[in-house]
């Protein structure tokens, strides 16, 4: 079984729909993180948390919020979708422990809003 | 600010050439982690490599080889007598040690080899 898992891994919604992405892991990592891909633009963080208590904005998280139910859960909410939050979005763990932080990312979840 | 530069975008080769791809990464810290990660068609993120600022030493794993270079703020990576399964997307990253907001990726645009046969 994957480490990382996302759910839906597709879903195509309405403008104005509210609409959750699921990120589970069994990794047993401290560290959660929401991306979102955008061709011609890489990676760019959305929000990431440290552990259950501990959730922080990353550089675009204006029309997302998180919750994060357990360590091993990190759900990322869009309240009310727009066209351009379609993306490929994706989950990512990292240990948090001493010096050894590589991320571990899920396999992705691509959202198209209509 | 840390920033990644990956100024080649779409890179096509034959099968069996070399190829190097480039990174080149700006920081104001002295220790940081860089990375690449392939994303092949099927979309999801594979990590290859994590190399430390204050280890120098180039890696090579099987086909696959990383050149670091600190006095030109650069980690490249080779792919020697490419293959068709090479076709992906290879992004390179940099964070800084986890302290705080600092741990997160900051991440190039990404370089699209394509390799044909």
């Known amino acids: 079984d994957a480490d990382v898992t996302q759910t839906p891994r597709n879903r195509i919604t309405k403008t104005g729909k509210r609409i959750m992405l699921e990120c589970s892991q069994t990794?047993?990592?401290?560290?959660m993180y929401w991306y979102r891909q955008d061709p011609g633009l890489g990676l760019r963080l959305i929000y990431y948390?440290?552990?259950?208590?501990?959730?922080n904005k990353g550089e675009i998280s204006d029309g997302y919020s998180v919750s994060r139910q357990a360590q091993a859960k990190f759900s990322l909410s869009l309240e009310s979708a727009i066209p351009n939050q379609t993306a490929l979005y994706f989950c990512?763990?990292?240990?948090?422990?001493?010096?050894?932080?590589?991320?571990?990312f899920g396999p992705g979840t691509r959202l198209t809003v209509l | 600010a840390q920033k990644v530069t990956q100024a080649q975008t779409e890179i096509s080769v034959v099968e069996k050439e070399d190829v190097t791809l480039d990174c080149v990464y700006e920081?104001?810290?002295?220790?940081?982690?860089l990375f690449w990660y392939k994303q092949p068609p099927s979309g999801e993120l594979v990590f290859l490599i994590r190399?430390?600022?204050?280890?120098?030493q180039n890696e090579i794993s099987g086909r696959y080889s990383w050149n670091f270079q600190k006095s030109t703020s650069s980690f490249n990576f080779t792919i020697t007598a490419s293959q068709v399964v090479d076709s992906a997307v290879y992004f390179c990253?940099?964070?800084?040690?986890?302290?705080?907001?600092?741990?997160?990726?900051?991440f190039g645009k990404g370089i699209t080899l394509s390799v044909r046969p």
């Open positions: 948390s440290f552990d259950v208590k501990d959730i």
């Open positions: 990794k047993g990592h401290d560290r």
């Open positions: 990512a763990t990292s240990e948090g422990q001493g010096r050894t932080d590589t991320q571990y």
């Open positions: 990253a940099l964070t800084l040690p986890r302290t705080g907001a600092n741990s997160k990726l900051t």
């Open positions: 920081t104001r810290d002295t220790t940081y982690y």
């Open positions: 190399r430390n600022s204050f280890d120098e």
